[in-house]
Nanobody, 124 residues
Framework: QVQLAESGGGLVQAGDSLRLSCAAS????????MGWFRQAPGNERDFVAR????????YYADSVKGRFTISRDNAKNTVYLQMNSLKLGDTAVYYC?????????????????WGQGTQVTVSS
């Protein structure tokens, strides 16, 4: 079992940057592909980015491509989401998730473990 804990959220202005972290418990972190999702009030939980077990493969939602970067440090059991040029539409609760697949998926159903989420609010 993996326990995930997100951190790094907060209130920022449009155009600012923020880095989210997700720390995982356990010794098998490198056995999981990792993903970031977000959920705004009244909306479904949407895919943001994912990274393969080794970190060699990444994939992004079109809405964040070129602005967000996902990375991982398997020695630290941590996955990151660097968010640049933040927009009002990026406001949401951000969740990290662990998938038993090699590359992860874009679907919520593809992830077995979830963190509690961290709030990101972008103001004008």
């Amino acid at each position: 079992q993996v326990q995930l804990a997100e951190s790094g959220g907060g209130l920022v202005q449009a155009g600012d940057s923020l880095r989210l972290s997700c720390a995982a418990s356990g010794r098998t972190f490198s056995s999981y592909a990792m993903g970031w999702f977000r959920q705004a009030p009244g909306n479904e939980r949407d895919f943001v980015a994912r990274i393969s077990r080794s970190g060699g493969s990444t994939y992004y939602a079109d809405s964040v491509k070129g602005r967000f970067t996902i990375s991982r440090d398997n020695a630290k059991n941590t996955v990151y989401l660097q968010m640049n040029s933040l927009k009002l539409g990026d406001t949401a609760v951000y969740y990290c998730a662990a998938s038993t697949t090699i590359y992860g998926t874009n679907s919520v159903q593809g992830y077995k473990y979830w963190g509690q989420g961290t709030q990101v609010t972008v103001s004008s």
